[in-house]
């Protein structure tokens, strides 16, 4: 279940010193946060959008996606670690920034939604994404075969069930994911 762990003082140096359970272990202002391995869906439902993603941002030189477990971290380096799903980190002069990269380094964070804790993707990570600097999130729920999107801490947030456009800066043309044939991919 992703849910805090008892303490509330933890560090990175903590994390690292843990042994590899399968389980995903992210930090957030010193809090542990536990979420069990993905679910095969998941997995599927990621993976699809990892490869529209990188499809597209290989026509310019704005970005790279990334999957998780990969790092990303705050400006408190040594209290903050996530790994989000799917993330664009933003390239400057063609090249990727020092990793681990820091929030301030992602033009976009994409989670698959959590079924054991669905308010670590709606609710902390959201606010952390988006008062980080992360100009667009993404939470993608499978089963209901939606994505909501969120562009600003105070902003409400819009669901889509049709098609999502994603048009950062730099990039020629908009992507235009059509989601019903996202998760029919995913799941065929």
């Known amino acids: 279940m992703g849910m805090p762990a008892a303490t509330t003082s933890w560090t990175v140096e903590m994390l690292d010193a843990l042994e590899d359970d399968g389980q995903r272990y992210e930090l957030i202002d010193g809090e542990l946060f536990v ?18 993603l990188n499809e597209y941002l290989r026509r310019g ?13 705050r400006a408190d380096r040594s209290r903050n670690r996530v790994q989000p799903d799917v993330f664009v980190v ?3 002069d063609g090249k990727r920034p020092q990793y681990p990269y820091d929030l301030g380094d992602l033009l976009l964070a994409v989670e698959v939604e959590s079924p054991s804790n669905p308010a670590l993707d709606y609710q902390v990570k959201r606010r952390l994404y988006l008062q980080s600097g992360i100009p667009e999130y993404w939470v993608v729920n499978p089963v209901g ?7 600003g801490v105070n902003d409400p947030g819009e669901v889509f069930t049709e098609r ?10 908009a992507l235009t994911i059509d989601l019903p044939a ?7």
């Open 35 to 52: 979420t069990p391995t993905p679910a095969e869906i998941h997995q599927l439902v990621l993976a699809q959008f990892l490869l529209r």
């Open 61 to 73: 030189s704005v970005g790279r996606v990334i999957h998780s477990p990969a790092d990303v971290r």
């Open 90 to 92: 933003r390239l400057t």
């Open 145 to 151: 075969r939606v994505l909501s999107r969120f562009r």
């Open 164 to 173: 999502i456009e994603w048009h950062p800066d730099g990039m020629d043309t």
């Open 182 to 188: 996202l998760f029919d991919e995913a799941v065929s």
